[in-house]
């Protein structure tokens, strides 16, 4: 009869053991530091997992066999399940990912000729409540987990690839914080992300293309401005007067259109960096003529671009988009008045991928 300790180890770390898949390159030096290994092994995790995208121990030959044999038996590589891919007529795919406490979240992959953009979530819900947003309407569950931000991003460029331009260079990967939740409700682990998407060792993404988009949250637009390298700020403004916005975003009774132009003209923006402010047209809430000229002016008070998202519908939501002869006026004001401005055509909205309207069903509250 063999010995115990002739027995193979087993061949995946069981359920419940830790999880090294979207972890910092400190915690990956403290994983291996408990192994009794030196910091560099962490410097190896960290480029194997992010850099070559190694999916299972047994690609990571540049480790010492012992140590991969002690990682394939106790720690695991999970990253979050991709549960349902729906893919719309231009492209874009939707994902809903399954969280290791069974919760659900949602990413959206956007390919273009030149580039991919990826809509990551940051919560579980949302606690803003904006009213013409399906997400709002869920309440807040939780905040995701560094981890579970970075695993957004490696789930969908394992699911689909990255695309090489004819240089042989992998296309730009841009990022946007445009999928359910606050991004600066929850901004401690978004930077963390940030941090692990932007290593030069790893992804290496560009800061550039990382984008938080907010729906206004005045100290948390301070304290990302305070960092020497973060992401780039969009605005949600979706309103030219406090009483509208008030009205659609209970956001602003905290922090009101005033004190939102103070963050914005104060925020340390780079040369060549603008503030994106994105505008949902809501058909006779938020589309006149008089709003077009108020969000030019507004506009103007910063370095900044405007997005127009004409609104996506979902059920139960009460709005509707304004005709597309109403977006070519504001359009057309808004240039008048020197202010960049680009149309949102969403994508996915076939599949509702679209902004706002990612919500997960069975596990929001009840409108
Ligand atoms: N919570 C952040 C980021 C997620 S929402 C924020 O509010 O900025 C991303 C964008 O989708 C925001 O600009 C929001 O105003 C917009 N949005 C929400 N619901 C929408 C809908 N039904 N149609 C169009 N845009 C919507
Ligand atoms: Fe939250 Fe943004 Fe939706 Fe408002 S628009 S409820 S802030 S996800």
Same mark, same amino acid.
């Given at each position: 009869m063999s010995a115990l300790w002739d027995l193979p180890a087993p061949e995946r770390a069981p359920e419940g053991a830790p999880n090294a898949a979207g972890l910092g390159r400190a915690a990956l030096k403290a994983l291996a530091a408990s $192994? %009794? *290994?030196?910091?560099f092994r962490g410097d190896q995790l960290f480029e194997g997992i992010y850099a070559k995208g190694w999916m299972e121990w047994s690609a990571f030959t540049h480790l010492p066999k012992k140590l991969r044999e002690r990682l @394939?038996? *106790? #720690?695991?590589?999970?990253w979050p399940r991709i549960t349902q891919s729906l893919a719309s007529e !231009?492209? /874009?795919?939707?994902? %809903? $990912? *399954?969280? *290791? !406490?069974?919760? @659900? #979240?949602? %990413?959206v992959h956007m390919p273009y000729k030149d580039r991919t953009t990826l809509c990551l979530s940051s919560q579980v819900g949302c606690a803003m409540a904006c009213t013409f947003c399906a997400t709002g309407q869920m309440g807040i569950l939780r905040n995701l987990s560094a981890a579970e931000i970075v695993g957004q991003v490696m789930a969908m460029l394992a699911h689909h690839g990255r695309p090489v331009g004819s240089d042989g260079e992998p296309d730009p990967l841009n990022l946007v914080f445009m999928g359910m939740g606050e991004p600066l409700h929850n &901004? !401690?682990? #978004?930077?963390a992300a940030f941090a692990i998407l932007t290593d030069p060792k790893g992804l290496a993404l560009s800061p550039k293309r990382?984008? #938080?988009s907010t729906s206004g949250l005045v100290s948390g637009i301070e304290r990302m401005g305070a960092f020497a390298r973060r992401p780039? &700020?969009? &605005? /949600? &403004?979706?309103?030219?007067? !406090?009483?509208?916005? /008030?009205?659609?975003?209970p956001v602003n009774k905290a922090w009101d259109m005033e004190a939102l132009a103070a963050a914005l003209g104060? $925020?340390?923006v780079q040369s060549g960096e603008r503030i994106t402010l994105e505008y949902v047209l809501l058909k006779g809430v938020t589309d006149s003529l008089e709003d077009g000229r108020r969000l030019a002016a507004y506009a103007k008070r910063f370095p900044s671009k405007v997005n127009l998202i004409p609104f996506n519908p979902h059920e139960g939501s009460g709005y509707e988009a304004p005709a597309e002869a109403r977006i070519q006026e504001l359009c057309r004001i808004l240039i008048q008045e020197g202010v960049i401005v680009s149309v949102r055509r969403s994508r996915g909205q076939d599949v509702a991928g679209a902004c706002g309207q990612l919500v997960k069903e069975g596990q929001g509250r009840p409108r």
């Open positions: $192994f %009794g *290994e030196p910091a @394939q038996a *106790e #720690v695991r590589l999970a !231009d492209h /874009s795919t939707k994902h %809903g $990912f *399954e969280l *290791e !406490d069974g919760k @659900q #979240v949602e %990413g &901004l !401690d682990h #978004v930077m990382i984008t #938080v780039r &700020l969009a &605005l /949600s &403004l979706n309103a030219t007067t !406090d009483e509208y916005r /008030s009205r659609i975003m104060a $925020f340390p």
